[in-house]
């Protein structure tokens, strides 16, 4: 089959083209025919795609671990799935990923696919919802009537906080730039705040939640909006190494979860919650969409690799 791999280069990790056996079921694992991957660009900097489960330095990993796709084997003991089942959802961070025309997964790790959106659409919503979700939900505890701050509504993880936030019936303040301002608001949040202009310590008031998607100075300068028994989390990938305790504890990495997923596509199927797509490009550009370096920039949301045709 063909996939991407990642391969270490002077000027960092770049993607090349490569035919790998298919992979095969073996017990408890499901085989999926990609149709689409979504694109997370930094990935190629995380600690399991440059490392093994043991520590070891990794090579050759294939990215993209949210995709949709139809099963095209299945392994001994999996229940609730059949072959050419059209399926959402994940795999594991240290499996070779789906930026290829097959992949490997868990049954827990995948659902239906929302059967409204095409599979480019859904191979968008995995990462994104689940990060969106678990971080406002299962981490912070979000409750309705709460005041709730998100840092980057309008990325790809952001613009699903912003909308599970709203219907969840709290109040919604995002950050973003001024170009995006009216996507975030359409998306549910009652102010955005445009980050370039102004600092949004000086805007927001007191909030309970932060919801983190930026880092760096943005994530330090949070602290101080909280109110007293106010929660933090950060998703930003330069928190991975972290060593500053309260940091460490407001990470986390997002987990494949079919409950989650199941609930996801109903939303989604009901109109509840949109999904977006910036672009979709063809499995020889992935490399583009990595670097950065798509031209056809257009619309919000991931960049996602058409697979199969
Ligand atoms: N831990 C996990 O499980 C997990 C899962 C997924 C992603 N991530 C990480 O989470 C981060 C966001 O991912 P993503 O896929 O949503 O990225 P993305 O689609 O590139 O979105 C990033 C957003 O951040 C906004 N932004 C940039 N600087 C900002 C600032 N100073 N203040 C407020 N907003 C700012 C941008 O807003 P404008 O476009 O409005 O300028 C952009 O929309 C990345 O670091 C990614 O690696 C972690």
């Not at 709203?166 to 009216?182: E, L």
């Not at 370039?196 to 330090?220: A, H, M, P």
Request: proline share 5%.
């Amino acid at each position: 089959m063909k996939a991407m791999q990642v391969n270490k280069a002077d000027q960092g990790p770049v993607l090349i083209l490569a035919e790998l056996p298919k992979p095969k079921a073996g017990p408890g694992e499901v085989v999926v025919h990609i149709h689409a991957a979504g694109v997370t660009p930094t990935e190629l900097l995380w600690y399991p795609t440059t490392h093994t489960k043991s520590g070891q330095t990794r090579m050759r990993a294939v990215p993209g671990h949210e995709f949709s796709g139809v099963i095209s084997e299945i392994g001994k003991d999996v229940p609730g799935f059949e072959v050419n089942d059209e399926v959402y959802g994940m795999n594991d961070w240290f499996s070779d990923g789906a930026t290829a025309e097959f992949c490997i997964t868990l049954p827990h790790s995948i659902a239906r696919k929302p059967t409204s959106l095409t599979h480019e659409l859904a191979a968008t919503v995995p990462i994104g919802a689940l990060t969106a979700w678990q971080g406002l939900f299962d981490r912070a505890q979000l409750q309705s009537g709460e005041r709730v701050l998100i840092h980057g509504g309008a990325g790809a993880v952001g613009l699903y906080a912003v909308q599970l936030a709203h219907r969840h019936k709290a109040h919604v303040i995002a950050t973003a730039s001024a170009r995006n301002a009216d996507f975030v608001r359409k998306l549910g949040a009652e102010e955005v705040i445009d980050y370039q202009t102004s600092r949004f310590e000086d805007q927001v008031g007191k909030v309970d939640v932060v919801f983190d998607g930026v880092g760096g100075e943005t994530l330090n300068r949070s602290w101080t909006v909280l109110n007293r028994g106010g929660r933090l989390v950060t998703i930003a990938a330069d928190c991975e190494g972290t060593t500053d305790p309260r940091v460490k504890g407001a990470f986390f990495i997002v987990d494949p979860n079919q409950k989650q997923l199941v609930e996801i596509a109903k939303q989604l199927d009901a109109g509840d919650l949109r999904a977006f797509a910036k672009a979709s490009i063809p499995l020889n550009e992935a490399p583009a969409a990595y670097s950065g370096a798509v031209s056809e920039k257009r619309g919000y949301g991931k960049i996602v690799i058409a697979v199969a045709a």
